[in-house]
């Protein structure tokens, strides 16, 4: 399998090509850098995304605090983590890094609030 | 069945001055408006000129109003706090051609009964007004043209009417009107039946719809569209007076001229349009009042514009202002023909119409208990220190800052809802005390603005309105 | 009326005046005061919720409120004080005074040794670009919509176009797309994105949403609420191909179509402005036109990351403090910094050189994309400093440090040229 990765680790934005299958890395081709490679291997591989969105608190002045996974989630996931999330309703006070859902949708990651409310 | 004894179709500039007039006698009256708010169509997007009527056709009723209705507006804008200044107008004549016109155009305003018009040589001219083309020639001014708040106007005179007993349905339509035995019965409309003596057509744009209704109809309206760009207050190029120019066979042209809140004002177009709907702004609308204005003024700077719109002027078609009562239709009072004058020529046009219902029968005496004074909302922005100091020691909110660019704080947002006719849509606050007139156009107050109206109207958010029925704001609460 | 004294006082406590207010604290500075028109520090970041903030000045991927978060905190543990809810009417360089207004204690006065102008910036509106067509509900500002989707908890809209590849815009797809709307369209005017190209893949190509650049929106369509938009290719000119015209049904239009310095204290108070930045013109110590006002952040250009802004707030905290302690250099000359080829505009506009040498760091961007690009700092006829850059692009801020010792003339002269 081939696929163009467009590298986001500088503003260079090289179009990398990446072929293999699976786990297998065959070539990594349209990189300018190491670090290019690294972040397009990763990105063909297994693709994370840091998650942020919101959830809902008890309190009416301030409805909705910030949250963040700690750690990329797996691309494929961010959906499902969406829809968990969307139910959730946190009691205040909460704080900078309050766990707010503990590892979201099995994936080992916990979301946290990003706020103080 | 509600019951009254004159409905008045239309809540804009015309509607509304027939109902404060209406209101200094012991009569009932609703006005009933389709839209959200009293300002109607036309007098809510003009160019917000009081005009002397210099340039009317002589010897017309339209002539006639206008002319009487200009010197009303000192006492009225005092009695009713409406802001309006008097700035005078200057005709710049750059040709020739132009320039042999001028003494015709003096010579219209005399038998107008406009005797102030005064020659202004090159020197004079450029001395008022430094932004001309220098290569204008000379020109008249009009001293009393003149600058006003055509929202608070509307709004005041609204209010006024409804504090002394005159009823407002807005969010309603006529849909039919009845007639028996040769007189007006009753009015249908989309909030229910309204028995009644007598009905007054000021519904402008749609006033051939409403004459239909009755069998009236013997002309037509056409939307004529107007488009205009408003300036930040920091343009780079100001004028000083209102700048207007020599009219040619085919239009009376493109102006320029500040706001009574010191933007810049520039436009209109004019294009006859197929619907009563289409208030769009377009690309070529635009570019031609550059193209035109520039030529007076070379330095316009159309670049620092913060909003354009456009209003629909209603065109009668045959044309001329009416104001017609029938002898197989008693009750009945049809006003057509009132087109952008009509903004100037209301008041005027309220003591014609209460006379003419008179006229066919209306037994009223003036009410002693009539009170011909309101008061505006106190201007935050407008204060001295000590002053401002004082209003949030009364009332605290007048120190929360909602809208940046116009300094408008919740007090006043606050008074806007909760007064006569207060705003119920996030337009009708703008209209009232300017949140969201600004140059970020309600970037940051807007979503303020929604909040509060929700809190206050106690109502969900997705049921705060930009304006008409269908104009939400949001969709509601996301999680 | 309420009165206040301080030595250093800071208009705005979004991250150029936090990030201010903490230097000018580590600098020396006894009383600093942040006034902040919003119930809560932060300001824009707060709304901003998504990653990609710190990478240069933490060294990690931090969000917005994060971000916010670590410098409100160290700005409250160095005893910066705070008059929140504040809105300031008129800062008076004369009196070193600054006139503001709120709820609980009325009209106050802050009087200062130095001032720091810290308001941030505004989005461009629909009128600015002059989008034809009809003025119904539903048209918003990215980051209007985004105050009421990540803090108000108001949806605005189910399904979306957005005009304008700027950061804002397509973080707002990627957000609106998370919430559950359906983002159909970013459309660009320019043949290159706005913004970032992480942004573009992240935001756009993770969720399939389709990006048209070369096109504008040709017309709004609806009178109550958004119904739809056209939109069509734009030639070389940037003039629509009416053939090329299509139709999109949405409720909603969101603007992404650039940012605008927030000037107006600034200009009411005399101060000198750029007219290509629309800030205020400063020297490499952030000091306006008016000595003893300094000003930082996007009030004085707007940056694309907030970690640029972090390191010229700083600047500005640290010398606005020397200022008001009577520690500022003097300055022996004053050098214009002039933008040359491939240009837009250079930040700081000029500086003021003292006898001790300086190394001084000039931000600018280019005015087109360009690979494989040199920029050189000329002096006279002398090159006093270059740099290579693989690719510059206007969407992404460029900077170049020199030695003020190697000024010759009065001025200096940036420019990024094509390699041979």
């Known amino acids: 399998m081939k696929k163009e990765i467009i590298c986001t680790v500088c503003p260079m934005g090289c179009h990398i090509l990446v072929e293999g299958e699976g786990e297998n890395i065959i070539s990594v081709t349209g990189n300018t850098c190491k670090r290019g490679e690294v972040y397009a291997s990763a990105e063909f591989c297994h693709p994370v995304r840091i998650l942020t969105t919101t959830v809902k608190t008890d309190c009416e002045k301030t409805p909705l605090v910030a949250v963040r996974s700690e750690k990329p989630l797996p691309k494929e996931k961010i959906m499902d983590c969406m829809e968990v999330i969307r139910k959730v309703e946190v009691k205040t006070p909460v704080s900078m890094y309050d766990v707010v859902v503990e590892n979201i949708c099995g994936t080992g990651t916990n979301i946290v609030a990003t706020g103080n409310v | 069945m509600m019951k009254t004894d004159v409905v008045v179709i239309g809540a804009g500039a015309v509607g509304c001055a027939i109902a404060r007039e209406l209101s200094k006698y012991d009569v009932d009256v609703i006005v009933v408006d389709k839209r959200d708010d009293v300002g109607g169509d036309a007098s809510k997007s003009n160019s917000a000129i009081i005009h002397t009527g210099y340039d009317a056709a002589p010897g017309t009723l339209e002539s006639q109003l206008v002319v009487a209705a200009n010197p009303m507006y000192d006492q009225l804008t005092k009695e009713l706090d409406i802001p309006f200044k008097r700035i005078g107008a200057v005709l710049p004549a750059f040709t020739d051609e132009q320039f042999e016109q001028l003494p015709a155009i003096k010579e219209k305003a005399f038998k107008n009964h406009v005797y102030d018009v005064e020659y202004l040589s090159k020197e004079e001219i450029l001395a008022k007004e430094p932004e001309l083309n220098p290569e204008v020639k000379g020109g008249l001014y009009i001293p009393r043209e003149s600058l006003i708040d055509p929202f608070i106007l509307v709004q005041a005179l609204a209010e006024n009417a409804n504090e002394n007993g005159v009823d407002f349905m807005l969010n309603t339509e006529v849909t039919g009107i009845n007639v028996e035995n040769g007189a007006i019965k009753s009015v249908e409309t989309t909030s229910g039946t309204i028995e009644t003596t007598y009905v007054v057509n000021a519904a402008a744009l749609h006033c051939d719809d409403i004459a239909a209704m009755v069998g009236k109809a013997d002309y037509k309206v056409v939307a004529r569209r107007g488009q205009f760009y408003i300036l930040d207050k920091n343009t780079s190029c100001k004028v000083q007076t209102i700048v207007l120019p020599i009219p040619t066979k085919i239009t009376k042209g493109k102006l320029m001229c500040p706001t009574i809140h010191g933007n810049m004002l520039v436009g209109p177009t004019a294009e006859d349009l197929d619907d009563k709907v289409d208030t769009s702004v377009t690309t070529e609308g635009l570019n031609s009042i550059y193209a035109d204005v520039s030529k007076m003024i070379p330095n316009v700077n159309l670049r620092d514009t913060i909003t354009q719109y456009s209003g629909l002027r209603p065109n009668r078609n045959p044309e001329g202002l009416h104001v017609d009562v029938y002898d197989d239709l008693a009750g009945y009072v049809n006003l057509s023909g009132v087109r952008s004058t009509g903004l100037t020529l209301c008041v005027a046009m309220g003591k014609y119409v209460v006379e003419k219902l008179k006229e066919i029968g209306m037994n009223v005496s003036l009410k002693d208990d009539f009170k011909a004074t309101r008061k505006g909302i106190p201007i935050f922005h407008e204060m001295s220190r000590e002053e401002q100091e004082n209003i949030i020691k009364e009332d605290p909110l007048y120190g929360t800052i909602v809208c940046r660019c116009e300094t408008i704080t919740e007090g006043e947002i606050m008074r806007a809802i909760h007064r006569p006719l207060g705003a119920r849509t996030v337009d009708a606050v703008k209209r009232r005390v300017r949140a969201g007139m600004g140059r970020c156009q309600g970037g940051f107050c807007g979503p303020k603005v929604i909040e509060i109206l929700a809190r206050e109207l106690n109502v969900p958010t997705e049921q705060i309105n930009k304006n008409l029925d269908g104009s939400y704001m949001v969709v509601g609460k996301n999680k | ?420």
Do not use: W
Request: hydrophobic share 40%; proline share 3%.
């Open chain 3, 1 to 420: 009326m309420y009165n206040f004294e301080c030595d250093v006082a800071i208009v705005g406590g979004g991250p150029a005046g936090l990030s201010a207010a903490v230097a000018a604290k580590k600098e020396g500075a006894k009383k600093v005061l942040i006034i902040e028109r919003d119930e809560s520090i932060g300001g824009i970041l707060q709304q901003c919720i998504h990653p990609g903030f710190g990478l240069s000045y933490f060294k990690e991927e931090l969000t917005g409120p994060e971000y916010a978060g670590r410098f409100a905190k160290e700005a409250v543990e160095l005893g910066v004080e705070f008059l929140l809810n504040s809105m300031v009417l008129e800062v008076n360089e004369n009196e070193n005074t600054v006139i503001c207004v709120n709820s609980e204690h009325g009209m106050t006065e802050v009087k200062a040794k130095s001032i720091i102008l810290a308001m941030g910036c505004r989005e461009r509106t629909r009128a600015n670009i002059m989008i034809p067509g009809a003025r119904p509900a539903g048209v918003y500002t990215a980051g209007s919509a985004q105050r009421l989707v990540n803090r108000q908890n108001q949806m605005v809209g189910k399904k979306v176009v957005i005009l304008g590849s700027g950061d804002i815009g397509m973080i707002m797809a990627r957000r609106m797309t998370l919430e559950g709307a359906e983002v159909l369209a970013v459309i660009e005017l320019m043949d290159y994105l706005a913004g970032l190209t992480r942004n573009k893949v992240q935001c756009l190509d993770d969720f399939g949403i389709p990006l048209y650049l070369s096109h504008t929106i040709t017309k709004i369509d609806g009178y109550q609420r958004v119904k739809g938009v056209y939109f069509a290719q734009v030639d070389e000119n940037k003039k629509p191909i009416k053939e090329t015209e299509k139709y999109i049904e949405c409720d909603t239009l969101l603007l992404s179509v650039g940012l605008l310095p927030e000037n107006e204290l600034t200009r009411k108070a005399g101060i000198e402005m750029n007219p290509i930045t629309n800030g205020p013109k400063v020297n490499q110590y952030m000091q306006t036109s008016a000595e003893s006002v300094f000003a930082c952040g996007n009030v004085v250009h707007v940056n694309d990351l907030v970690d640029n802004v972090s390191t010229e707030s700083m600047k500005a905290g640290k010398f606005a403090a020397q200022y008001a302690m009577g520690t500022l250099p003097m300055a022996t000359k004053k050098v214009e910094n002039v933008s040359g080829e491939n240009v837009r505009y250079l930040c700081p506009h000029s500086l003021s050189v003292a006898e001790e040498n300086e190394k001084v760091t000039l931000y600018f961007r280019v005015l087109h994309p360009e690979l494989n690009a040199t920029i050189r700092v000329k002096s006279g006829d002398e090159i006093i400093a270059t740099k290579k850059r693989q690719r510059v692009n206007p969407g992404e801020m460029e900077n170049i440090t020199f030695d003020t010792s190697l000024v010759k003339d009065n001025n200096v002269v940036v420019e990024v040229v094509k390699e041979a």
